[in-house]
């Protein structure tokens, strides 16, 4: 296996520095990415990289990688690293910094309406630049930098120095600041509501300890089968191998979920299919059902918890006059109710794991979902236990394994940003206060003034896929006079900006990434190839926006791309001297050993959540206010929300089957997290596409029953519609999915019949057309992108093209 030399022929910096004179700082041609061999020329051979899909080699011929391997040390390789060429050189990167028409001639007073499908201009990068700068010094002389919004949600390839947010918020920092947001699209609800009930965590006990102990595994609205094969750091999928020794121990698992899912097939489970979105309901009938039977741990609720009575009050209906039996939930959920009666007596026998998915906090009344399960876990008493209890991680990106004792790398450098701006926006409501300027909201308590954001600058994220009501979404987003997106391929967001700039891939500039969530190593990311066409880093980028608004010596520090990754390196060693952590010098590890893998210790191998509050709850108090696990809320219970009350509840959300629309829209949209995809990302990936695409649109997948009484055969092309959009989409006939359920991932690229009209049909399947964009209640302002009711029919008229992969000229 050949290596490339991280090092290439530069002067240094402060010689560089000094012949440049005492007022220039460093000059554009130290801040390209340090090449791979002496001379600039990139050497043929194996080269390791890290991705979202795992780390290992991309073997380079001509200067072009051919082809990718997996590194002996990922313990599931996945398929999709070995389709990343294809996204490298897909048809969609974008190759040269591109201006709107409309805003290259009249600027911030431009045609606003015209974003998505206004012509665009090439440009140079100098006049990009220049015109990004201007833009941002307007807006902060004009409107201060409260008017400005820095973007930067989303998955961006993985890195510590190129950290696109990092890069970003450094600049706007330095500028004087900028509104920023909280929260995710994944977590919204749930990092809101657990620190009330648990004081934080949502983790329960480590696989290895799963593994020993746990008796019953239930996977409520978990999949983790699926998700463990992409991480948001580089993943090794050792919660993949964790899975299937699981497995191999012959114990029980239960799939809660209206599809039969990757999980429910992998392990044989049992299957539960409630109606989605009722889940909470359903829990409850379970827990009125261990009341009722007298299966619930009274010492552990009186022990270790607080507001147990007003909660089984309410699950009596003493309070309200509605007793949550199994018979009342089945009524709204579906299931049978001798099952829900069977399952309660089923957790009560053996010690349990409730594995919950965040699918469940992804809807209306989100909150509840997480609350309730952890409360249910609270009354069966498994809590604290190893293999018991609640957990709401291992299903996803190889959480629960084994933390390593890895040392501190700090990455580059985010900078404070200064006070006196608006406060973060929830990351969800974001569009809703583009369009919204002055009005008022709640969010964890808080009363807050939705700000007026004038400029937009979004990095490493594609909101026009991840955000809900595409249309009303479009609508806000012509609001701001400015919008700039640094992107490496023509996404909607790209096509929707003003200013758009190419940026290089992780192959294509030299970093290096912790593997896994748990920090079990560090992975070198080695320059593969040249970078294509004009596009650049993010650091190269922002050091030259930096250096336009004058500081591009505070930016930089004044090292480039190899002195901040030796810079990075070194503290980290610091910190790893002082834990007596052994690592190689940095020439070593980048030349030579390329992962430096942390030891696992055998406490980490079998740490349980709580254990030490379950040992002595009066000296090891968890941080809510009484202390104690909170099943109802004093403070939750003092904001006094219609939305959010005190304890778990059942809430009817805005439409569900059953309940509210079910008559227009009788079929409820399952998002599920793609297979072939992380979220968006690899859409445009063509080699992908014949392994799941029909008719080159998203799959639509629908039970044989429903597909015959709409007369839809397999491979038909239908259009899927409510009161807020519609789309095609290849219809998959499948007997994973229980009645009335549609599955229809989210990440399939928005592809407009009429670029920029609100309201026209998405030809190739964007999920999020159909959504609601909603807030889960007044506390968290989570998304609801799981809340959707929708109608299917086979399309009869002229098929259209897919056009969205297609590239801008």
Request: negative net charge.
């Amino acid at each position: 296996m050949s290596t490339h030399s991280f090092f290439a022929s530069r002067r240094s910096v402060l010689k560089g520095l000094t012949a440049l004179g005492a007022g220039t700082l460093i000059a554009p041609a130290l801040l390209r990415p340090a090449h791979a061999a002496v001379g600039g020329m990139m050497a043929d051979g194996d080269v390791i990289n890290g991705s979202h899909y795992g780390f290992g080699y991309a073997k380079v011929e001509g200067g072009r990688i051919v082809g990718m391997t997996a590194h002996e040390k990922d313990h599931v390789p996945n398929k999709m690293f070995e389709t990343l060429p294809d996204w490298v050189y897909s048809p969609t990167r974008i190759k040269y910094p591109m201006v709107r028409k409309g805003f290259l001639q009249n600027g911030h007073e431009s045609d606003r309406t015209e974003r998505g499908k206004g012509e665009f201009v090439r440009v140079s990068w100098e006049e990009a630049l220049d015109l990004v700068a201007a833009e941002l010094k307007r807006v902060k002389e004009t409107h201060g930098n409260g008017s400005i919004y820095g973007g930067s949600y989303g998955w961006k390839t993985p890195g510590l120095f190129h950290n696109c947010f990092n890069n970003l918020y450094r600049t706007l920092n330095l500028h004087g600041g900028f509104v920023n947001d909280v929260q995710t699209y994944s977590t919204g609800a749930i990092r809101v509501i657990m620190p009330y009930v648990n004081g934080g965590p949502t983790t329960s006990s480590t696989w290895p300890a799963i593994i020993e102990n746990t008796e019953l595994l239930v996977f409520w609205g978990a999949n983790p089968a699926l998700n463990c094969r992409i991480g948001w750091k580089v993943p090794d999928h050792a919660g993949l191998k964790y899975l299937n020794d699981f497995k191999a121990t012959g114990k029980q698992t239960i799939v809660v979920d209206p599809i039969r899912n990757d999980t429910a097939q992998l392990l044989e489970s049992d299957w539960i299919a409630p109606r989605q979105g009722t889940d909470v309901a359903m829990m409850l009938g379970v827990a009125h059902t261990l009341l009722e039977e007298d299966l619930h741990d009274k010492a552990f609720l009186a022990d270790y918890c607080v507001g147990f009575e007003e909660f089984s009050a309410y699950l009596t209906g003493e309070s309200d006059g509605t007793a949550k039996t199994a018979d009342w939930a089945s009524e709204i959920c579906g299931v049978d109710a001798e099952q829900i009666r069977e399952l309660a007596r089923l957790m009560a026998s053996k010690r349990t794991m409730i594995n919950m998915g965040w699918s469940i906090q992804r809807q209306h009344h989100g909150e509840q979902g997480p609350w309730m399960a952890f409360t249910l876990a609270c009354m069966l008493g498994y809590t604290a236990l190893p293999g018991g209890g609640a957990d709401f991680q291992i299903h996803y990106a190889n959480y629960g394994t084994p933390k390593g004792t890895a040392p501190i790398f700090p990455g580059f450098p985010a900078g404070e940003t200064p006070e006196g701006l608006p406060a973060p926006i929830p990351v969800s409501r974001v569009p809703w206060v583009m369009g919204n300027a002055g009005a008022e909201y709640d969010y964890d308590g808080t009363r807050y003034t939705a700000p007026d954001l004038r400029l937009v600058y979004w990095v490493g994220g594609n909101p026009m896929h991840h955000h809900q009501d595409r249309n009303k979404h479009i609508e806000y987003w012509q609001k701001p006079e400015t919008i700039i997106v640094n992107e490496i391929n023509w996404t909607q967001t790209a096509r929707f900006a003003d200013i758009v700039l190419p940026v290089c891939t992780n192959f294509e500039k030299n970093d290096m990434s912790m593997v896994s969530e748990q920090n079990v190593g560090i992975v070198a990311m080695k320059q593969a190839i040249e970078p294509l066409f004009e596009s650049k880093s993010d650091f190269e980028i922002f050091a030259e926006i930096s250096k336009r608004l004058g500081f591009e010596r505070e930016f930089t520090e004044g090292r480039d791309e190899a002195g901040w990754l030796e810079h990075i390196y070194a503290e980290g060693l610091k910190d790893a001297e002082k834990k007596g952590v052994e690592m190689p010098d940095f020439e070593t590890f980048w030349n030579e050993t390329f992962y430096q893998e942390f030891p696992v210790t055998e406490a980490a191998k079998y740490e349980v959540t709580h254990a030490s509050f379950r040992e002595d709850p009066l000296l090891n108090p968890i941080a809510t206010p009484s202390g104690m696990f909170e099943i109802y809320s004093r403070r939750i219970e003092g904001y006094n929300y219609d939305d959010c009350p005190p304890h778990p509840a059942w809430m009817e959300p805005i439409e569900r089957l059953g309940g509210a629309m079910s008559d227009k829209y009788p079929l409820h949209v399952n998002t599920q997290h793609p297979t072939y995809r992380l979220h968006s990302q690899l859409d445009n990936n063509t080699a992908l596409h014949d392994a799941y695409k029909v008719q080159g649109r998203e799959p639509m997948y629908i039970s044989p029953a429903d597909a015959e009484a709409r007369g839809i055969a397999d491979g038909d092309i239908v259009r899927i519609f409510n009161d807020r959009g519609q789309c095609l989409a290849g219809a998959v006939i499948s007997d994973t999915l229980s009645p009335n359920h549609i599955r229809l991932s989210e990440g399939g690229w928005y592809d407009p019949a009429e670029p920029g009209v609100i309201g026209t049909l998405c030809k190739q399947g964007d999920v999020n057309v159909l959504a609601p964009d909603i807030g889960t209640s007044s506390l968290a302002q989570g998304n609801c992108g799981h809340t959707i009711l929708a109608e299917v029919e086979k399309y009869t008229g002229d098929v259209p093209s897919v056009t969205t992969y297609d590239p801008v000229v």
